[in-house]
């Protein structure tokens, strides 16, 4: 059978079996996607490409090691992957940039409009690097199904029909999960008082 023609947990399990070229085609698939999504966190064409490496690179050594366990779920994975790289590189630089929901209607979370790429200060990056890292570790805690869409569509800038096929389920679930990911999230913010700026 054609690479081109098999689901991403196939290409995943034939590269395993030695096949090079379903690597290939994974990255194929996915590139634009992901190259966008580090692109939109980062804002600068060099460090998004090295970033897009960086992730490709880990990619395979978690494949090659046997790590890889998210059956069904390889862009969700590879953009979380991308993410913690771009974390880590803002992290060791103390400044983090704006990340857009993208669009303007109720679903949209602007809440992480907050994070902007042009604080005045060390100590306003500092903050609100450590304003976006408290935001992560509160959206570690919703449900799974939650949590995958609503980093889908914050992160990977994906519509809601592509978030849809991309998890398995209807329009009208994946819209649901989304709006329950957002009411639970600005719970968590009020019970952890986290200060989101003016």
Known sequence: MKVCKLSDQELVNAFLN???????????????????????MVKDRELAEDIFQDTFIKVIHTLRGGRYNEEG????WVLRIAHNLAIDHYRRR???PLVRGGGSSEEDFDIFSVLSSSLRSAEEKLI?????????????????????VLMLR??????????????????????GRMRYALINLRKLIRQHRVELGD
């Open 18 to 40: 030695g096949q090079s070229a379903a690597f290939e085609q994974l990255l194929n698939r996915h590139k634009n996607r992901v190259y966008s999504y580090i692109f939109m």
């Open 73 to 76: 779920k390889f862009l969700p």
């Open 128 to 148: 609100a690097l450590q304003t976006d890292q408290r935001l992560h570790q509160l959206i570690s805690h919703l449900p799974k199904e939650q949590k995958e």
């Open 94 to 96: 103390c400044k983090m």
């Open 154 to 175: 914050v992160y990977g800038g994906l519509s809601f029909q592509e978030i849809a096929q991309q998890t398995g389920v209807s329009i009208n679930t994946a819209l």
